[in-house]
């Protein structure tokens, strides 16, 4: 029998994905570099499924039907590269490599084009929901050629997360390099998301003066509502957890300097790139790295601050509900930024990426999943061709019904010097997006002063230039 799947680097990942394989019915190759994890695997889940065990990258290959399909889990980066360098001489024209990594999407775009001349599908794909998801259902978003999702999407749709309404989280996000583009603005959201909560939860503890145990109440009220969502729930179960060792709520024994791993980073980084303002991720992970200058923040501690003004208990209620408004505005925003990353990112690298289908696949099974997500379809399926997520009525309607509260929060947040860069880069995004007039006219006439760089007149056509240094009239650039 052969292999309708090959899975190598079975670390956390790629081992629950080979066995998510095995328990969908399919006949699963397993690889790894050191060889004992591919027989422990067999071990401890043989009987869950077909495996089978191989040691060399050539028993592996033979070991898979054809066209092969090839997923390499190993870590993102150089390893990845030894790994394809290792078995694209083994492989034939039609053949598939699945990378389910957290690739970069450059990277992805230059294995993409190295394999495609010797004939080989390079299908870079991003995958979240981490350990749990990998086993029992994560979202996916493959890249790569239209052919290799015609063999391959059905395996995925298979193994991957359902929503609700029972369509498989998976669809074929676009070539080369689109599928780890859409994951890495997956984490660039998410990156944000957990921001928001942070300062929701920070102005419920030192405004509001709530127990960690009363915040997670107040979280768990919310999970019912509109921001229904895995990481709003898991918000409640960390806050309501209390440490063992010391009987103190587990939050407060827990070093409060925020690690990343990247993917927000690249998010940035790329948006830079293509001139998106991606405000709310770029503070999200703007914060953490604050969190994360000890030192720093040791000798900043003694600088001046507002002397604090806790609420009253009927105040502190109110106050929860108006957070709540500030949380979900601020969320729309988000979405708002990264959604317009990945159309300019579908437009930079003529992707078309479906922005609809998008925000489906991450309903279940990623991290951000939540049941705002469906609404976000709703939108894009309505108008296809969305200028943005605030151009649609419902979310626009929404945020008009939250920005007194959101605003209100922002204001209590800088009488009472608690730190919210996320809620209020939101706002001036908002803010931003609304103004008739932008000082950006003043901008244009700094540049044109100090470097004739020229400007454009809202009474005229072409480019003009005043020469400041001299009787300051105005000559056509
Ligand atoms: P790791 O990122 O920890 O990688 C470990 C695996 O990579 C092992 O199988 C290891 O083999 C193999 N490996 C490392 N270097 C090489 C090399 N030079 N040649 C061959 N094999 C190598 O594993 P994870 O399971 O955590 O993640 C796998 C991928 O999935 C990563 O790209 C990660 O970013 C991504 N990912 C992870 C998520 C998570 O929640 N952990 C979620 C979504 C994606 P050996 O056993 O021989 O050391």
Redesign the pocket.
Known sequence: TSAQIGV????????NLARNFARNGYTVALH???AS?THDLVKEFGQEGDFIATETAEEFVAALERPRRLMI????????D??IK?FAPLLEPGDMIID????HFADTRRRERELREQGIHFVGT??????E??LHG?SIMPGGSKESYASLGPMLEKISAKAKDGAPCVTHVGPDGAGHFVKMVHNGIEYADMQLIGEAYQLLRDVAGYSPAQIADIFRTWNTGRLDSYLIEITAEVLSHVDAATGKPFVDVVVDQAEQ?GTGRWTVQIALDLGVPVSGIAEAVFARSLSGHAALRAASRHLAGPRPAPLSGTEAAAFADRVEQALYASKIVSYTQGFHEIAAGGEEYGWDIDQGAVSAIWRAGCIIRAAFLDRIRAAYDARPDLPSLLSDETFAREIAAAQDDWREVLATAVRQGVPTPGFAAALSYYDGLRAPRLPAALTQGQRDFFGAHTYRRVDREGAFHTLWGGDRSEVSA
């Open positions: 190598t680097g079975l670390a956390v990942m790629g081992r790894n570099r050191t994890r889990m190993v870590k993102a980066g150089d390893p990845t030894a790994v290792e389910g990594g957290n690739a991003g995958i979240s929901g981490g350990e998801g990998a994560p791993k």
